[in-house]
């Protein structure tokens, strides 16, 4: 079953804008981890966050992780027309299983 | 060097038909794993492999059989070709841990079923 979801489902934003986007989960988990998805292509890793954790940055990505809530925020920072991409959440359950999202599709105009 | 590579690209076919797709990864990972991503964008895990050893085996027709000559390979046969089964067939694979590790995709293969 879905675990992850992603909120929105579609953003539109300038470039040199901020881009956020949310995950909500359902069961506990070991991590998180959020992918990007360019048209056509595989899933690249960005960033896992550890269920002790609650922020870790990477360049212009921010994460945070609240397991209270259930929930998890990807930041992009001053988005370039590159960060045009499909974004997922993928929920690791203590298995070998990734549970992941629909994802958010983010445009970022010129 | 591709780390994960998969064939073909693109797979066009008519219904009834069995067809093939391969996997290779060269980075070492002892877990491997085939996705279906649908029309959506959902991606849904299908099989996982750790060590040739079936780890993962998720509700999947029967028609769908994998197989692992050896760690670096992965391949999926399809059986019987139905309408439902066009999508985006990822494969992946991850540290020799394998749980909850980052995992590393291919470029995906689109099959299209006429």
């Known amino acids: 079953s879905q675990q992850g979801e992603e909120d929105p489902q579609a953003l539109s934003i300038q470039e040199g804008e901020n881009a956020t986007m949310n995950c909500s989960y359902k069961?506990?988990?070991?991590?998180l981890q959020w992918y990007r998805q360019n048209s056509g292509r595989g899933l690249v890793h960005l960033i896992l966050?550890?269920?002790?954790?609650r922020e870790k940055h990477s360049g212009r990505l921010r994460v945070t992780l609240d397991t209270s809530k259930k929930s998890s925020s990807l930041l992009i920072t001053a988005s370039r027309a590159a960060d045009t991409a499909s974004y997922f959440c993928?929920?690791?359950?203590?298995?070998?299983?990734?549970?992941f999202g629909a994802g958010t599709t983010v445009t970022v105009r010129a | 060097d591709t780390a994960v590579s998969q064939t073909p690209k693109y797979l066009v076919t008519q219904m009834g038909n069995d067809k093939s797709i391969k996997c290779e990864q060269n980075?070492?990972?002892?877990?491997m794993y085939w996705y279906k991503q649908d029309s959506k964008k959902f991606l849904k895990i299908m099989f996982s492999?750790?060590?040739?050893?079936?780890?993962i085996n998720e509700t999947v027709p029967n028609r769908f059989s994998p197989k692992s000559p050896d760690k670096a390979h992965l391949n999926l046969h399809i059986n019987s070709l139905e309408l439902g089964d066009s999508a985006v067939y990822f494969c992946?694979?991850?540290?020799?841990?394998?749980?909850?590790?980052?995992?590393?995709f291919g470029p995906g293969t689109r099959l299209t079923v006429l």
């Open positions: 966050i550890r269920s002790n954790e």
């Open positions: 492999y750790n060590n040739k050893e079936l780890i």
């Open positions: 980075l070492g990972h002892d877990t």
């Open positions: 993928a929920t690791d359950a203590n298995d070998y299983k990734l549970s």
């Open positions: 069961t506990s988990i070991n991590n």
């Open positions: 992946a694979s991850s540290r020799p841990e394998g749980r909850g590790d980052t995992q590393y």
